[in-house]
Nanobody, 127 residues
Framework: EVQLVESGGGLVQPGGSLRLSCAAS????????ISWFRQAPGKEREVVSC????????YYTDSVKGRFTIANDNAKNTVYLQMNSLKPEDTAAYYC????????????????????WGQGTQVTVSS
């Protein structure tokens, strides 16, 4: 059974930083991608960033470019999302998701491409 476990969310002041982790287990895919999505109350789920375990390509949505960095640890099947210069509009529940059918991150990922999801971790940016 594929499991994705997120951690690292919390309350942070504007301008602060957080690092989210997504630990993946229970699968034997050779090619896959892991993405971070977020959903704020009353808003649609949106992609934040993607990283491919096939070719290490990455994707960032425009609103987080230059502030967020995604990285993977192949040995641990773990993906990290380093979030710097956080803004109140970054407040949302953050979810990691795994796709074995869309393993590259050359273009914007869509949630329907992902079969496996974590339970989410809350990020709140507020003074």
């Amino acid at each position: 059974e594929v499991q994705l476990v997120e951690s690292g969310g919390g309350l942070v002041q504007p301008g602060g930083s957080l690092r989210l982790s997504c630990a993946a287990s229970g699968f034997t895919f050779d090619d896959y991608a892991i993405s971070w999505f977020r959903q704020a109350p009353g808003k649609e789920r949106e992609v934040v960033s993607c990283i491919s375990f096939s070719d290490d390509t990455t994707y960032y949505t425009d609103s987080v470019k230059g502030r967020f960095t995604i990285a993977n640890d192949n040995a641990k099947n773990t993906v990290y999302l380093q979030m710097n210069s956080l803004k109140p509009e970054d407040t949302a529940a953050y979810y990691c998701a795994l796709s074995s059918t869309h393993s590259l991150c050359w273009s914007r990922p869509f949630s329907y491409q992902y079969d496996y999801w974590g339970q989410g971790t809350q990020v709140t940016v507020s003074s």
